[in-house]
């Protein structure tokens, strides 16, 4: 019995030594954790480069089913009412955009990130819009003809890096168009612009 009584105290003494090492590490240790966002500080902002007016919706005209709509407008506020912009246009020399994109920070260039949601009817169902593309280029490109960057292939929700920056407080141009599907309806869909630090 005595022999096991000092096998047993043996046992203890080396499972506390094993232990108490642990517990004193902790005390001198702790967790770090970090984490970032994308920049919400890039703007929608109407066509006009200089009164930065805030958008609040982008309207695709009605069109017919299995094509292609590329000359959207935007709708902002002036200050006094909702005023819709001139359609995108699309042209080899003097091309306009559907909106600006304005860099609000005032010593941070952002590569630009764009988002949409689901391209859903009433009902809350796809089938109306089959995809969405887009141009990011500089105010000064008036040569664009063709909308061809994928921002979502199927009309779902997708996050994209367009690879392009905007340098602090400038402006760039945002072309969009969609393909619309078989279905006929009206469709809704949200599009969000981010920004990466570069």
Do not use: C
Request: glycine letters at 8%; aromatic letters at 6%; hydrophobic letters at 40%.
């Amino acid at each position: 019995m005595k022999g096991r009584l000092l096998v047993l105290g043996v046992v203890a003494l080396i499972v506390s030594a094993l232990v108490v090492p642990a517990v004193v590490m902790a005390s001198h240790e702790a967790e770090q954790e970090a984490s970032t966002a994308y920049a919400e500080t890039i703007h929608i902002v109407d066509k006009s480069g200089t009164n930065d007016y805030l958008v609040s919706k982008i309207t695709f005209p009605e069109g017919i089913p299995g094509t292609t709509v590329s000359n959207p407008y935007n709708t902002h506020w002036d200050g006094d009412a909702d005023v819709d912009d001139d359609p995108q246009f699309l042209d080899g020399a003097a091309s306009e955009p559907v909106v600006l994109l304005k860099n609000t920070e005032s010593d941070l260039n952002l590569k630009v990130w764009l988002a949409i949601s689901d391209w859903v009817d009433g009902e809350s169902e796809p089938g109306v819009v089959d995809g969405q593309d887009y141009e990011l280029v500089p105010t000064t490109t008036t040569n664009i003809e063709a909308v061809t960057q994928t921002l979502s292939e199927t009309g779902v929700t997708a996050t994209v890096d367009t690879g392009y920056t905007i340098e602090a407080t400038e402006h760039a141009a945002l072309y969009l168009a969609i393909d619309l599907g078989s279905k006929v309806g009206t469709a809704t869909s949200n599009i969000s612009v981010l920004g990466e630090a570069v």
